[in-house]
């Protein structure tokens, strides 16, 4: 039996069943393997065991008229005319409304839209299309929140020859005044924000805080159905680590995440970048998860601030980050940050590799020859796993022909040919494991490396040659609409679909008719979905292709073995 064989054709079905689950879960239908995400995940409890109810009591979506909760927090917004003011630095320009001193827009100022470089990427945004906000206030009692108008004290808005530019926005609501002080630096996508609460009421209060990001649940643009990213919500404490919360399990009520901690913070993660909101390091906080509006959803925290006796004031800090997922940027706001840069199951693997690949870009200055050189390492790394399998498979080729007459001889008896062919393997001192499991042990880096690649920013409108960004597919002769996909033409593809038929000629051909006919079928079928994948992903297949299609046809005129 040709393990080797039967482990690609293995390997080759299930890449065509994970492609078919995720067109469905991009079309919005059910998992094939997952079935409905929001089914798997358990219904919070309390302590006692019922069913938890909502955390906190954070103001919802804006209504017509201004109304109030039971704790007297309006939901509605104020009747009064806002001012939205632009703050602008070298690397964000942001949009902070008056109304509630929500961020409402937040355009990335060195990072270009995808295949439109007049165009910035914008993460906070409330326009038509897209609704995705920033919120801070008090809860409590009948407080300045998110809804309350401010006043903004006078202030330069832009950074000029300064280090940093402060916006301060001012309110008092029944005796409690709260300013809000947002700090911009120059080269971070961090804000600080300052919540200072000062009781002129003649009783003690105690007010929480909280910090709230909204956004709908739209696709991304331009997200392809080929390869699976996360975009929703995510919390992160010191016990329970990173959690992803999916936009489907807040709208069915039935998600599982930490509820209570003394650390931790809230974020939405997208493709390539994230939002976040870090509280101090520790104290007791709460997290929750909701659905405000159809296609609505906030993830929040909610800290104490603790008595506050009249005449009194409490301080509260905060970190706004929002920007690119770059490891090193991601690594300095928070412990487990870095999180949010999804290298799947693999990340004590994917990491070393993405090091290795900032390493040689040090060096290189471009990350299409880095794709190159990193490739051409790992290869080598791998010298001796992939030059023992090649072995074991010129000597698969070179007794083909006596495996097929012992296959033709034994076609009724399945016991006598398998009993034929160990000794066939005995004689000729062949492993008929010999040639795939080489090729398993390397798997788990390939795939990490698959990640690191996927998931890498800095892929994004980096160019190399003829490509013009290394996360979008290869163009170079054009993009076609067939229906509802766009189709790219680019010479990638084809030199991938070329690298996989050389290979198929180089290994033994398969005994049965029918299944060498698949075999020949497999680089067609991959490099249609090659089409649709990062050129920076297809550009390290095709090296790795070529450097295979090298060492094994050397391997293979060494043995004397007959190549294609």
Known sequence: MDIKRTVLWVIFSFSLLMLWDNYNRYTGKPS???????????????????????????????????????????????????????????????????????????????????????????????????????????????????????????????????????????????????????????????????????????????????????RDGAKLPNESMFYSTFTGPAIYTDTDKFQKVTFESIEKGKVDHALKADSGWISMVQHYFVSAF?????GPREFFTKKLDANLYAVGTILPLGSVAPGASATMDATLFSGP????????????????????????????????????????????????????VIKLAFFPLSA????????????????????????????????????LYKKEKINPLGGCMPIVIQIPVFISLYWVLLASVEMRNAPWL????????????GSYMIGSFNLTLGILPILMAISMFIQTKLNPTPPDPIQAKVMLFMPIAFSLMFFFFPAGLVLYWVVNNILSIAQQWTISKKMGVPTI
């Open 32 to 214: 094939i393997f997952f079935g409905d995400p929001a089914a798997q995940v358990a219904q919070p409890v309390a302590a006692d065991g019922s069913a938890a109810k909502p955390v906190g009591d954070v103001p919802t979506a804006a209504t017509p008229a201004t109304t109030t909760t039971g704790a007297g927090v309006p939901v509605g917004a104020a009747a009064v005319k806002s001012e939205s003011i632009t703050i602008t630095t070298d690397l964000v320009k942001a949009e902070i409304d008056t109304a509630g001193g929500e961020i409402r827009r937040l355009e990335l100022l060195q990072h270009h839209a995808s295949g439109d470089k007049t165009q910035n990427v914008v993460l906070f945004d409330a326009s038509a299309s897209r609704t995705y906000l920033g919120q801070t206030g008090l809860i409590g009692g009948a407080y300045p929140n998110h809804k309350s108008m401010f006043t903004a004290v006078p202030g330069p808005r832009t950074l000029d020859a300064a280090d940093q530019v402060q916006l301060v926005l001012k309110s008092e609501q029944n005796g409690v005044k709260l300013t809000k002080t947002f700090t911009f630096k120059r080269g971070d996508y961090k804000i600080d924000i300052k919540h200072d609460v000062v009781n002129n009421t003649g009783a003690a209060i105690t007010p929480s805080l909280y910090l709230q990001l909204v």
């Open 325 to 376: 997922q770059e490891s090193k940027r991601l690594e300095a706001v928070t412990p487990g940050f870095e999180l949010v840069k999804d290298y799947g199951w693999l990340t004590i693997i994917a990491k070393p590799i993405f090091w290795l690949m900032t390493q040689i870009h040090q060096i290189l200055g471009n990350w299409g020859w880095t794709i190159i050189v990193l490739t051409i």
């Open 388 to 423: 023992a399998s090649y072995r074991s498979m010129g000597k698969m080729k070179l007794v083909t022909p006596k495996m097929t007459d012992i296959r033709t001889r034994y076609k009724g008896d399945p016991q006598k040919m398998n009993a034929a062919m160990m000794e």
């Open 278 to 282: 870090v509280p101090p390091a520790t």
């Open 466 to 477: 003829w490509v013009a960004d290394l996360a979008s597919p290869d163009i170079l002769f």
